[in-house]
Each structure stands twice: as structure tokens, then as C-alpha cells.
């Protein structure tokens, strides 16, 4: 398949051609950037000297590109992906969107929480988070890739709301990131020496990533979900860990929790379960798609505790993208994505 | 004063040495470690280098030293300094022990989270968290220091307990700590290549801090609390942050919330308000005494969401058993603890 | 090709072990550790779940091991691996070894530095250095792998010695490593808190990389050469980055000393030249096979300061392995081992 | 004595905030930053709230500010130093630089490497290097701070040079710092995912540091010296290490060095000599005026290798220029620097 990575210059964008590299059935053929049209990207990333020594094109002409596209990859700021889609509506390439854009159902949900508005309501799109919207994934024209914090948390959660073992409305979820997920530009509050040594929030209360949660909650569970998400900045370069707590629905035993997990993803090649009483590292999924889950449950609180593990540019960016495109394409699902974590 | 250091070795232990170096009303005459008898303690910790070449003395004339002490900090884990106070009972000199020993009212407490007989139930002893209990440590013989997550959980969480803003039922503490939090002993899972670029938690839903927190909330609120509080490694070396959350009672509006903070600590001088919207950063108090507060309030979920940081090392232990030790001397409260954070 | 890895539990072990998952034609049969036997590998090493799921065997039966395998890969102490070598000596089971005994042609050598008496001098056996002793591997029976300093410090200085433009008694090696390189144990000087935030260098003058590295430049320069090496640990997991310092030899050009970085590497796959005047970093070659090089030329001292990097692990240790291995079975010398580094 | 610091908002500019605070003889009058006049220093550092919450002033009204100040303290790019040493030439006010405006006899050095013409060619001034310029420090108008790297490394090799034991035209000096030493500005390169993980060397043979090392030795031993310097990041916030190479002068005995460290240093409050064969880290020094130094002697090679670190921000920069500061005004020497460094 060809594909084209537009946005290329980005973490996102850059983690995706890591991972196409070793795609048996992708060609990279378009890599674009506004700002840094005509460089190499070796150039800005000299990792990838060698092996993508690719000059980096203008998107101004979409139309060419997604005519020499079966696919295109979108790693740009919420509110291009949508020009994008318009722009290659009629023509038969596929979108995979890293972004925001066509992440929500209802788009006066995307449009009160990134205060742009949606210019194109009425395509037609399935959510990203492959494990669970597999079935929509085979035939979409345009998916939107699920976010890395809501990765980590849905995915945490699903089999609970799915099962109604929880109260939706007591969720909290307590998120911590690597700082890659911030994205490339520097910025002051991100310079080395002011992170380094350092632990702080941020959004409290207002991060995006908090409605896309909701929606898969509220969907799964058929219940009206509102829950509080916090994400925090941890001093390292990838990885996110989301402690996810919920009040059990009374009677809710250990054992159906268990069940739970088992079930949903008992045969999920990318999910690791490790199990009732146990601590998933993000360590351990470095580099990979593995999302790695644990449960505790607090009797005294009877409250539930999940943990869950992705390394935010993999399995939270351009490793669901590439899963997303191996399921839209009928490979096998794990083609190109199956290696092991590097540690340490 | 002539002080003693039981335990001088641990971090916390270095950690009080550093602190009084400076203090102009403290004298160190006695510094203990039963694995480094004899050595020089620079020799062990090179950065006392030319300050403190003092030889490391055992504690089994625990009397003697007591006899030549106005005050002995204790820096041992749990189990030791129970002996210590007992032995010197009888003694003049007083007792602020760092670890758990002391901390709880209720003895059957300590001994089903620690799994130890108390063996020393009849202590006339207060709980060393300045901020809250002050009266009671001016007098007292023992002080059992607060430990470092309780600290920052209790301090955050306090004003709204007091105040009963909240349901304190409803309270999770999902804190993150650097790793000179677990000590200085060499352990294969803090290894550095273990640690670095790694997120993780640990002690879910059993940590002996939890019951030290339901102790201060239950008597602040004069409400039988059971809460959850998770802890985390970061990979960094000092700085505990605390993201607190409960339900606020009905009708609580935000400048309530506001109030109580402004009410509890407002004269405080280590304990410094951010302000409701606010975000504290680990690095900002590190190597100091200070405790900043920040607090958000999500109307969504009607959930309080408190922010508090410290330094493990000082106001979550060496720091604050100084604090402890003015108070107690009838010292100004800040004598020796007067210094700027070392940023970045 | 049937494998096996004694010493698997080691950081280069588990790297080799990441590594051969995605070789085309190697498959392990054995993995062994006296330590740990009988337990599973992914229980010490968790990132490997589900991947591999193997039993920790003794290498007691080393001789049955040896039947069973092609190759066996050696990731233990030093001492151990001539043990295996002579007990495998008359079996057709082909041996690379990742640690030092077979790294010396001169046995006397590695007795004054490391220590031990040599018990297996009359070993036929070659410098596992790939790109300078490529047909020497070809048809080894052991392969001595070159170690991680002085692949790094090798293949920096190798072009100059070789074309005679040094001094080969003024080089001076100034190294930096991650942490990773000081193995899997914990070490207390190497506990998290002691390394964090923090720079030193150790083993000054004595380090045993050194005779290892005046073999390969005396054996390419024809001079018998003397040189200091400094090793230093650098607060990072993974990394090392030789900075190699030289008299140029009188009216030695700049384009002479670029000729010949070319000359030697112009065609090699794992080394990149970014050329004179550049800097590589560690992070772009971080997961990967390659070695970046660029090289500076002072006039006003007359020094050529030649600045390499490799993964320790990957070039340095297993990747390096891997490479030999696929000399010495006349496969291409990239199976396995093509891909993009992880950065960032 | 009334001091104030002109570019206040710099890491060096807040060091000497942190500093200064504790110093009983100082009182900072006026702090400035012109592009963020107007604003509270501690919305800039948040670190120093409750400590430090001054304005900041513009310096455009330099006379004013030198009128009010005993002492200024400058913490600008080089280039502006100049101009207000200028214009206060005629005022009682002494100077400070911590930039490079000052620190050369030879002005033409200081534009060959600097790039820029120097305007206050005639301007008495002494190179503020405290344990090798004292004398010419305490009546001194104009103090020329030493830098960072040059501190650690100028120290490193003072002995030797005063006392001709090597050849100084031999020096390597190979040095290694934190990021704090290049400053508050968010660059691409010093954004956290791209130096966490990972290092690097910059400028190699042409960083501005190289003839200010050059000078002092000259100075030191008589004799003109060229000499390498090559600096390195290492992804930590403080500490310099200094690995400095020389060769020994023929007959040169191990005790004669140690002779010279011991009798240039011996009574040195600030520098710690940990002897022959010893190793100093950063983080024994961190948030301290020390400078830590140990050496080793190859008898293989006959090179002396000598290891000395600092705290980039104190020793290199704020902690030296209170001490010089204290030179100058006759005051105990440590008064203000006499504490613990920050371990761990």
C-alpha cells in the first residue's frame, strides 16, 4: 500500500516512519511540512539518516498527494485534519487521522472543547481505539486515531463499564505522561533544565482528552459518563501510566473483575493483563504497542484501582495508527508492530 | 542545644545534618549507625566533606548518648525508636523520631498496618505535623514526625476537612514521589537503569500511609474517613507531589473553598497558597521547607481537586522534625529553615 | 540457525534476546542462568511477556546445549566463557562471546588486566569487531565480540591509524556511558537517588578496555601503541559516546583525515559519517546497530578530535553480536538488525 | 552593602537571588530585566514567592541604579557589560561581570573569539578567579567573574602549571556540564525529549571558554599555552566535571604533584582536594561554592589526569561572584556560601 505521512516533522509523524520502516506491505510516498518544505528530514532528524533520506514536501497540492495515496496519515494540529478530509472526500485514499478531528461522535462536543468550529460534520468516521471499534475499523474511509492519555484510560476501564461492574460517575482518572507527548516545539515551560528533576500538572479539569474518555465510557457503558481526568508531566521522554479509580457496584466481586479483563481482552495480542494485585512499569512497553493493564481492588474503600500502561507514541499515536491501517487493510493486525519493548 | 542523630546514614538522616549545619542554636554531639560504626560519616556521604568529619558511634549506650543530649531526632525504620524512647524514658532529653513509631493515637493502628507489637503503648507522645498540631509539640516529650506523603496529602487536604467542604468518604489521594523516598539502600528494582525513563506505582490500596492520613482527616473533620491513596516513583531524586480529590458538599461554592485555605494557612510561612487555578511544581520547593497549595474546582464532576508539593527530605521529614525541634525549643520557627529553593 | 544465550538475565542477554525475536533465521532453543534457573525469563524481565514465555535452563549440561545449537551466545562475567569454549572445543557449535576472554590475541594481555589465569590459550578464535575483521569472523569457531567502549573508540580511530595520519601514542579516549553498561545488579554507587543529577568518571587509568584498544590500533596502525582511556558514567540508560583526541601527523590535511574516514566506512551499512565538523548524539542511535561518526580538526593544536556514538547494548554488546553472527553464517550483515533508532 | 543584579532573570541572575538572601551583609536594592520590566521576579521563578517578590526595572536609568548600589552584580549576554562599566566609571560602584566582558587582559583575544569590537579597552579590571587572584580582587573596580567551564578547569590545572610539572602544551581539557549552563531560553536542542536520554559534545575547538583556560595557564606557568577544550552536555540541570590530561615533565614524581595541590590548596576553604586516585562527582558539590579535586597519574603513558567539579550556577558563577563580592568588601570569605551542598 502507499501511504503519506502528512505532518511529518512532528514526534507523532516521525515515530510513524519508524514503525512503516519495517512494514512489510507500506510505501512511503509523501511526507509533508509547511515549515520545513524541500529539507530533508534526515536533516531535522538525523536518527533517520540512512534509512529516510526524504525530502519533505508542501500539502498545498492534497489532491496529488492523495491521488498517489492509498492512504494518508495525518500528524497536524487539531483543525487541518478536517481540511484534509474534505479536500479528498471524493477520491478513494483513506485517512487515518492522529488528531483531533474525527475522534468525536457528536462534534459539538469537539467543537466546545477545542473552540474551533467543525467544518465537516457530516463525514463519515469511526473512532481509533482498535481493540474496541475493531469491526468499524475494516471499512472506514476516515478514522480518528484515539488520543494517547484516552488509549491509556479506555482501555483501562472498558471492560468495567462494559460489564456495569462501576459506578461511571465516581471515575477518576490520575494520568501521567512523558514529556514527548508535549510535541516537538520547544517552549519554555519544557526547556530541560525546568523539567528535569520535576513533577507538576497541568489542565487540570479542562484537558480534551477528558470528552473523548467520556464518550467511550458513556458508549460502552450506556450510561451518561462525566469523570474527572487529570494529566501530570513526568520527567522522562515517553510512556504514560493512568491510575484509574471507581467505586464498585455493590456486590461486585473480585472474581468478575477479573472475568471482566479476561474477557474483553483475554485475546488481544496488544494487551497485556497482568493480573489482579499487580504493577504494570511503562518501562516495560517502550518502543512497543503493548498496552499493559493490572487491577487492584481496595475492600476497604470498595473502590476498583487499574492501571494501564502504552508508550504514548506507539500505542498512544502512530503504532494505533499503523494497527488501524493494518486492520482497514485485512492484514494481520500485529504486521509491522511486532517486536519487543526496549528495556531499559 | 546539644542534638543527637540516631540513624545518621539513611538519606533522611544526611538530610538533617545538612539542615543543621546551619542552624545557629543546634550542636550535633552524637551521630549513630550500627552497620558503619567507626567510620567518618564524610566517608559514606562525600558531600560533608570538610563539614562534618565526625565519626559514626553505636547506639547500644542509647543512655549516654540521651544524657548528653538536649534532643535525639531518630532516623531508624519502624520497630527501633519505640525502643529508644522507652530507654530514655526517664531522661530529660526529647525525642523526634522520623519514623512511624509515634505516629498514631491509636496503637492497634500502627501495629495492623506495620506488623509489629507497639511496644511502647503508654508514650506520652503528639503528632509532628507543625502546621497543625503546634500546641501540642511545644510540650511534648516524643514527637513522631509526619511521614513525607502524609505531609502533603494531610496539609493539602486539611482546610477542607476542617471546614467540612467535603464528603471525606469520598477523598483519593493519588500521590508521586522521588526515589530517595525508598531510602538508600541499593535494591535491584531501583536500579538506575530500572528507574530512568520509567513510570510505575506501588503499595496500591495498602501503602502505611494511608491509615496516618484517615487518622489526621478523622480528627480534623470529626468524621470516621476511609480513603484511598495510591503512590507512585518518579524517576527523580527529592519532591513529592499530592493530587487530592473529593466531593464537595452541596452548595459549596468556590469562594468557600478559598476561605478555608486562606483561613488555615494564611499566616503560615512554609506553607505557601497558590491560589485556586494554580500549579505547584516539585522543583520549586526543592531542598526547602516549604508546602505549596494549589486548589481547582470542577464543576462538571462537583469534585475538589487539590494540588499540594514538598521535598520529601525536608518539610516531609529532616526539614520538618527542625520545624518540630523550634517549636519545641520555643525557637522561631523557621531558625535554620530560612533559604530559598535550589531552582533549576 | 539454532541458538542459544547462556547468561540471559544480563542487560545484554535480554538485549539479544529483543533482538533475535525479529531475525528471520535464528530461533532460540536455550537460555540459561545459574541464578535464576527453573524461573521464566519474562517474570524477571517483564517487557518480554507474551514474547517470550521461556524457561530459564543450568548450563550445567553445557555439552547438551551445545548439541542442540549452532550458535551459542555468551553474556557472562569473564572467567566463564573459556570454561565453555573448552568444553565445547570439539563440538561443530559455533561461539560468540560477548564478554572478554576471547577478546585477546596475546593471552598475557588479558591475564595482567583482568586478573585470572587464561585456561584456554590455545583457543582459535578472532576479534569480534565486524567491520575490521569481517573475514577473519567468516569462518571462526569463537568469536571474541569486541567490547562497548572500544567499539565505539575503535571505530573512531581506526581510519587514521590505518592511514598512518596520527600519532598513535598521543591518543587519549575520553568516554561516556549510560548506566546499562554497569550490568543488571544493584550497586549502591549506582542506586537511582546516588546517580540521578549526577556526572563522574571512574576506573581512571586502569580501566580494561584499554589493552583492548591498543591491540586493534597497534595490530592496524603497525605501532605498538600506548594510550590513556577515561570511562565516565553519564546519568542516562543507554549511550556511549567516545571522544577520541590525536596528533595529526606533520601536513596532515583536513581532506586527507576525510579521505580516510571514507575510505574505511564509505560503504559500511552500521556507520554513518556525518563528517567533519558535526556532532553526533547518542539518541540517534539509541535501539540500533549503528555507530555515528564525525571528527573535528583543530589548527592551533594540531589535534584531529574524532567523536563517535553507539548503543552500548546494541553495537556495543548484542547488536554487535547479532552482526557477527550473521558474518560468520554468510547471511546479510543487517538480517535482524534493520531498523530505525528509537529517538526521541 | 547595597547591591543589585542587572539581568535578574537569567539562571545566574536568580542563583545570586537564592544567594544573596542568606547574606548577612548584603541587601539587594534593584534587579532588572528588559524584557520583563515591570513584572514580579517571582512570577518568573515561582520558587522564590513569599522570598523575593520584587520588581524588576528596566536599566535604562544605569546612573540611577549604579548611585543606589555599592555593588552590581551583571548577568547579561557579553556585550553589555561594557557599556554599563562605562558608564558608571565615574561612580564609587564597583562591578561584577559575571559574563565575559571583563575576564581578558588582552582585549584583542576577547574580539577574536567574541566577534565583537570591545569598547572599554582601558578599564581597570582583575580577573575573578578567587583562590589565584585574591590580592588583586579586594580593591579591585572592575571584577571580570571567572566562567564556569574555566573555573573547574583553571583549578584543575593551576598546581601544575605554577609548579612546571607537565608540558602545557599537552592540556586537554574535556569537559562535561548540565544544561542550566546554557541558560533560561527554550532552544529546539535543549528541549526536554531531546537531550533526556541522551548526549552530546558542542563547539568542539571554538568555544569561547578555550582562551580564557589558554590566559590563566600562560599566566600561571609562564609559558604560552594552546591548549584543547572540548565541552559536552550531559541531560542533567547542574554540575560541571573537568577531565583535564597533561603529560608529565620527565622525572615528574607521583608525590610532587601531590605536593603541589597540597600547597596551592592546602588552606583553601572552597576547594576540597580529594587526594591521588580519588573520584569527585557533581552531586557532591551541587548548590555548594566547593570545588572537589582528585587526580591520577598513568605511569603507562606518563599523562596526569585531574578530575574537578563544581556547581555550574554557584562555583561557576553566582556562588563566585558573592565570594568575590566578599573579597572585595573584606569580608570573611564564606560569609553567605558557608553550607551543606544538596545530596542527593
Chains 1, 2, 3, 4 share one sequence.
Not at 29 to 35: G, M, N, P, R, W
Not at 79 to 94: S, T
Not at 134 to 142: F, L
Not at 208 to 236: K, Y
Amino acid at each position: 500500500m502507499k501511504v503519506s505521512v502528512l505532518g511529518a516533522t512532528g514526534y507523532a509523524g516521525a515515530e510513524l516512519l519508524r514503525i512503516l520502516y519495517n512494514h512489510p506491505d507500506a510505501e512511503v510516498v509523501h511526507i509533508t511540512s509547511e515549515s520545513h518544505t524541500g529539507e530533508n528530514i534526515s536533516d531535522l532528524y538525523p536518527h533517520l539518516r540512512g534509512l529516510y533520506d526524504m525530502k519533505l514536501e508542501s500539502m498545498k497540492d492534497i489532491e496529488a498527494i492523495g491521488s498517489d495515496s492509498d492512504f494518508v496519515f495525518i500528524g497536524l494540529p487539531h483543525g487541518h485534519a478536517m481540511e484534509v478530509g474534505k479536500a479528498l472526500a471524493d477520491k478513494p485514499v483513506r485517512i487515518i487521522d492522529l488528531g483531533a478531528d474525527y475522534r468525536f461522535a457528536d462534534t459539538s462536543v469537539y467543537e466546545a472543547w477545542y473552540h474551533v468550529p467543525h467544518t465537516h460534520t457530516d463525514a463519515v468516521r469511526v473512532y481509533g481505539l482498535a481493540e474496541l471499534y475493531r469491526e468499524d475499523i475494516r471499512e472506514a474511509k476516515i478514522i480518528g486515531n484515539a488520543g494517547c492519555f484516552t488509549t491509556a484510560s479506555i482501555l483501562a476501564l472498558a471492560p468495567l463499564a462494559k460489564q456495569h461492574l462501576i459506578d461511571v460517575n465516581t471515575i477518576i482518572v490520575d494520568a501521567k505522561s512523558g514529556v514527548s507527548g508535549a510535541g516537538r516545539s520547544a517552549k519554555q515551560p519544557n526547556h530541560f533544565p525546568e523539567l528535569y528533576d520535576n513533577f507538576r500538572a497541568y489542565n487540570v479539569a479542562k484537558h480534551r482528552h477528558t470528552p473523548e474518555i467520556e464518550q467511550a465510557i458513556t458508549d460502552l457503558s450506556g450510561e451518561t459518563t462525566v469523570l474527572n481526568f487529570t494529566p501530570h508531566l513526568v520527567p522522562m521522554s515517553r510512556g504514560i501510566l493512568a491510575t484509574c479509580y471507581a467505586s464498585l457496584k455493590d456486590g461486585v466481586q473480585p472474581e468478575l473483575v477479573d472475568a471482566a479483563f479476561e474477557k474483553l481482552y483475554g485475546k488481544e495480542y496488544f494487551i497485556r493483563l497482568l493480573g489482579r494485585g499487580a504493577y504494570p512499569s511503562t518501562k516495560n512497553v517502550r518502543g512497543s504497542n503493548f498496552c499493559d493493564i493490572a487491577w487492584h481492588i481496595d475492600e476497604r474503600t470498595n473502590r476498583v484501582i487499574v492501571l494501564s500502561v502504552i508508550d504514548n507514541l506507539v500505542k498512544g499515536a502512530a503504532g494505533q495508527a499503523v494497527q488501524n491501517f493494518n486492520i482497514a487493510c485485512g492484514f494481520e493486525e500485529k504486521t509491522g508492530l511486532d517486536y519487543v519493548p526496549m528495556y531499559p
